[in-house]
């Protein structure tokens, strides 16, 4: 079975700090244009990361650049998001996201797999 699953997420404290990792299964990531998407109570997904097969090109929301990091270890076939100095604005569910072999950006049409998505709440 082809599946994304998230894990790192709950309550983290305003300017807080928090590590999200996304395990692919029954696929290898490799290669492959990775991302990872928000979405916020009432509003839609939007992107936040991506990074293109072998971890040279990675592209960040204006609202996420120097507090996010993301990466990826082909060897283990996971991708990570490494989220610093977090705000009550970060708050949303987070995906992460498969797509194809060419580096397409945030072009969500794009991106063939998708994870359950996790929960990640900042507040005090």
């Known amino acids: 079975q082809l599946q994304l699953v998230e894990s790192g997420g709950g309550l983290v404290q305003p300017g807080g700090s928090v590590t999200l990792s996304c395990v692919a299964s029954g696929f290898s990531l490799e290669s492959r244009t990775m991302g990872w998407f928000r979405q916020a109570p009432g509003k839609e997904r939007e992107p936040v990361s991506c990074?293109?097969?072998?971890?040279?090109?990675?592209i960040y929301m204006n609202s996420v650049k120097g507090r996010f990091t993301i990466s990826r270890d082909n060897v283990k076939n996971i991708l990570y998001l490494q989220m610093n100095r977090l705000n009550p604005e970060d708050t949303a569910i987070y995906y992460c996201?498969?797509?194809?072999?060419?580096?397409?950006?945030?072009?969500?049409?794009?991106?063939?797999?998708w994870g359950q998505g996790i929960q990640v709440t900042v507040s005090s």
């Open positions: 996201a498969a797509g194809g072999f060419n580096f397409t950006g945030f072009d969500q049409a794009t991106y063939d797999y």
């Open positions: 990074i293109n097969g072998n971890g040279r090109a990675r």
